[in-house]
């Protein structure tokens, strides 16, 4: 890939990002039943529903500036938005994994998005654990899977509306999106690891 297209498609990831973000936001003021009853529908929406947005929204508003390379060298900056980021992370993945537990659209969306959560726990937690292990290869490999899993956000609410709009309605479309939102950004961020890797080895023979 080079490297145009690099910067191209990560300044399309963080636009998305930032914007979907920012719009999610809207969730902690007061509950707005017309605009999203089957949200609030949720058996805890309240008050995970805040948890859940105040962590999730926030690391996808941070993950995509943290591979800038220019932030990076700034070691200190770094750390810092990798903490927030971090933090984010376990609010919104715990915020995440009770809200599983509480949807109305059924076993399917349940058991997708509450595979994400601990997932997505789990793998930010390792990328954490290698940054302080001070093995930073590890930590870039498991930021990456982390930052796929953020981006989720941004996935589910693209496939939704292209769900719909192909004519399925949003109980029919959510199922799908609780899977298909997540595990194909994992899938691809696996791919990109193991090619890097394998063009490391070539370089290296």
């Not at 937690?125 to 930021?143: K, Y």
């Not at 595990?183 to 370089?203: C, D, H, T, W």
């Amino acid at each position: 890939m080079n490297a145009k297209l690099s910067r191209g498609l990560w300044g399309l990831g963080a636009f998305l990002s930032v914007g979907v973000a920012l719009f999610s936001y809207r969730y902690l003021g007061p509950p707005n039943v017309t605009e999203s009853p089957q949200i609030l529908a949720n058996l805890f929406a309240r008050p995970f529903l805040t948890v859940h947005v105040a962590g999730a929204a926030t690391a996808l508003l941070v993950c995509g500036f943290q591979f800038l390379p220019a932030l990076r060298r700034r070691r200190a900056i770094h750390r810092w938005l990798g903490r927030a980021y971090v933090t984010a992370c376990m609010v919104g993945g715990v915020g995440g994994l009770v809200m599983a537990f509480g949807t109305t659209s059924g076993p399917v969306a349940a058991w997708g998005f509450g595979l994400l959560a601990p997932t997505w726990i789990l793998v930010t937690a390792q990328g954490w654990l290698a940054a302080r292990a001070r093995r930073f290869d590890e930590h870039r490999a498991w930021m990456i899977r982390s930052f796929a899993l953020t981006f989720a956000a941004v996935t589910l609410r693209l496939y939704l509306g292209a769900l719909q709009a192909s004519g399925l309605s949003f109980e029919e479309a959510y199922p799908i999106t609780a899977w298909i939102s997540w595990v194909p950004n994992l899938i691809v961020a696996e791919l990109y690891l193991r090619r890097g890797m394998s063009r490391r080895l070539q370089a290296a023979e």
